[in-house]
Structure formats: C-alpha cells, structure tokens
C-alpha cells in the first residue's frame, strides 16, 4: 500500500501560539489530501480537502482562519492552527489519494496538547 | 451526506473467540474500508471492499453493497486484537470524501 507519514506525532503549544502539522506521500503523488480530527473516544471528523496547488476546501463549521491548510506540492500538506486554545487539543490525522486511487491511506496522526 | 452506522459499539470477548463487527450506510458506495486503530491512535487499514469477500489471515470481510452493509469477522481472537474498529465509507457524490462510522471498540480478554 500507499506510505502516509506525519509529522509531528506529538506537540505541546502554550495558548496563543501557532502549529504546524506536516503531511507526506511518500511513494506516491498525491493530488488530494484530507485532514481529520478525532477528539477522545470520538470517531474522526474530516475538516478539510485540499487538493495540490488550489484553496483548500472546509467542511461546515471548521473555521478556515484557524486552520490553514497549504498543498503547495504533490508530496506534502500542511495544516497550522493557529492561536491555539486548549479547545483543539485533539488528535489530528491526514490522508491522501491520487487521481484513479479510491483507497485511502493514512498518516500516524499528531496528538496536539494546547496548555 | 451518507450516515454510516456500526454495531455493536462495544464487545468484549475472551481470547479464542470468534465475532462478527457490522457497518451499515445509508447509500450506494464506490469505497468501503475497515480500520483498525491501534492504542498509539495510527489507523491500519484492514480492507478496501466495495463489494464481494476478502478474507487475510483470522480476519475477513464481506460487503453486499445491494442490501448497504459489511461485515467484519474476526476468528480466534487475539489481546493484539483489541482496539477500536472503524468502518469508512465514500461515493463520489460526497467528492470521494470517507464519512466515518462511530466504530466498535473491541476488548479481548485473556
């Protein structure tokens, strides 16, 4: 299968400050990539879709202001929150796929803690 | 969107079992995967199955996408087994996004 690596797997943020996740296709290019969120014992949410080299694409209710999403190449993806609150502390996770690629694969997820 | 639904929520089963977990959705599919999530939070996949039968190792799949549900099946348990189980389905009406079920947490006990 496709490899999906994310990075960090692990980051502590006072409030107020800003992270940036990375998200790599690493044997592959990946035109689409979708950041998730999980919250404890909670399934996973999708927040964006971002497709390489356009505007990233929000689901209902995610603030796109808070949670910018740049694929600027066909390997990678990055999601920064921004002035983090301890409200999204929360286990974030990317996938991608490619055009014609219907199964999705994953990274190892960030687990973010906003102290 | 499409709902997707898995039962049972929770299962709890002495080492050596066997269990079926169930997803069902809400409309027709051109994706189905089962996940497994391990206790460090990374998803493995465990299927890709639209449709038809898989079978890999103790576990196998099968998914009637006529009737709009899969099921997973798990022979002679394991403690590795436990975790939480994830059913995710996509169409490419929903933009080929996957729409997660609420999972089944899975507790295999020696």
């Known amino acids: 299968g496709a490899v999906v690596s994310q990075h960090p797997s692990w980051v502590i943020c006072k409030s107020g400050t800003s992270v940036k996740i990375e998200c790599r296709s690493l044997?592959?290019?990946?035109?689409?990539m979708f950041w998730y969120r999980q919250f404890p014992k909670q399934s996973l949410m999708l927040m964006a879709t971002?497709?390489?080299?356009?505007?990233?694409?929000?689901e209902q209710g995610v603030e796109k202001d808070k949670f910018l999403i740049n694929h600027a190449s066909l390997t990678l993806s990055t999601l920064t929150v921004t002035s983090a609150h301890p409200e999204d502390s929360s286990f974030y996770i990317c996938?991608?796929?490619?055009?014609?690629?219907?199964?999705?694969?994953f990274g190892q997820g960030t687990r973010l803690t906003v102290v | 969107g499409i709902q997707v639904e898995q039962s049972p929520p929770d299962l709890i089963l002495q080492e050596g079992a066997n269990s079926t977990l169930r997803c069902n959705f809400s409309?027709?599919?051109?994706?189905l995967q089962w996940f497994h999530q391990n206790p460090w939070g990374q998803l493995i996949n465990l299927f890709y199955?639209?449709?038809g039968t898989k079978q890999n190792g103790r576990l196998s799949a099968t998914t009637v996408a006529t009737e709009r549900y899969s099921l997973l099946y798990i022979s002679s348990s394991q403690t590795t087994d436990s975790g939480v189980y994830f059913c995710?389905?996509?169409?490419?009406?929903?933009?080929?996004?996957?729409?997660f079920g609420a999972g089944t947490i899975l507790r295999v006990k020696s």
């Open positions: 996938s991608a796929s490619r055009t014609g690629m219907t199964e999705a694969f």
């Open positions: 044997d592959f290019q990946a035109t689409t």
């Open positions: 971002s497709n390489e080299g356009s505007k990233a694409t929000y």
């Open positions: 409309d027709s599919v051109n994706n």
């Open positions: 199955i639209p449709s």
């Open positions: 995710a389905v996509s169409n490419m009406e929903y933009g080929n996004k996957l729409v």
